[in-house]
């Protein structure tokens, strides 16, 4: 069954931290990657990942997908109070198809 | 195992036609959601449902309309469907009292409209 597990479920950090957030696939007919923020009802899109080993950059949020290993990593260095939010990452398959995951709750405390 | 399935994958329709989208869920949600996705745009809420026969605007609400008369059931109505209206949507639940990450997404329905 194709699904995106997000770990961790939820995560609290100081302001100033770095952190790291999951994303394992398995997908058949893979053909994109997508990370959302999410911090009221409609999720902001950040970035799509399509190729492996290629990062991409905004600002102090980084992300980069190994489609070898089937996974995806979103970094956020330096976090601030704003950056609490949910992420989400989604798979979109070949066929058009969109998996989600459930998501990662982060908590940014001053 | 959880599942938000939505009518159909592909819809290809003409402008002027009223088209349904139907999302239904299995999880006894009281919160349901339709998005739009369109390339370098992002999510974008249109309506959602917090509870039977209640519904709210969302961001892009203009052109679109909801039914909500099952809690499992939420559907996005095109009342005359227009060629802006093309792209990829998207239905979503979450419970009312559960985490707020806790939330399912549909695979998605691909609307052409022509």
């Known amino acids: 069954e194709d699904k995106v597990v997000q770990s961790p479920l939820s995560l609290v950090v100081h302001e100033g931290d770095t952190v790291t957030l999951n994303c394992s696939y398995e997908?058949?007919?893979?053909?994109?990657l997508l990370w959302y923020k999410q911090e009221k009802k409609a999720p902001t899109f950040l970035f799509m990942l399509?190729?492996?080993?290629i990062e991409k950059k905004s600002g102090r949020l980084s992300s980069i997908l190994d489609k070898k290993e089937l996974f995806s990593i979103l970094n956020i260095t330096a976090t601030q109070t704003g950056d609490s939010a949910i992420y989400l990452c989604?798979?979109?398959?070949?066929?058009?198809?969109?998996?989600f995951g459930t998501g990662t709750s982060l908590t940014v405390i001053p | 195992d959880v599942k938000v399935t939505q009518s159909s994958r592909y819809l290809v329709k003409r402008t002027g036609e009223k088209v349904f989208l139907e999302c239904v869920q299995d999880?006894?949600?009281?919160?349901m959601f339709w998005y739009r996705q369109d390339p370098g745009l992002g999510l974008r809420l249109i309506y959602f449902?917090?509870?039977?026969?209640?519904?709210e605007k969302g961001d892009i609400p203009e052109g679109y309309s909801v039914s909500r008369e099952k809690k499992e059931r939420f559907s996005l109505i095109l009342e005359s469907a227009s060629t802006n209206q093309t792209s990829m949507y998207l239905c979503?639940?979450?419970?009312?009292?559960?985490?707020?990450?806790?939330?399912?997404f549909g695979p998605g329905t691909r609307l052409t409209v022509l």
């Open positions: 979503a639940s979450r419970s009312g009292g559960g985490a707020p990450n806790e939330q399912f």
């Open positions: 997908v058949t007919n893979f053909r994109s």
């Open positions: 399509t190729s492996s080993g």
């Open positions: 989604a798979v979109i398959s070949t066929g058009n198809q969109f998996y």
């Open positions: 999880m006894d949600h009281e919160n």
């Open positions: 449902s917090y509870d039977v026969k209640m519904k």
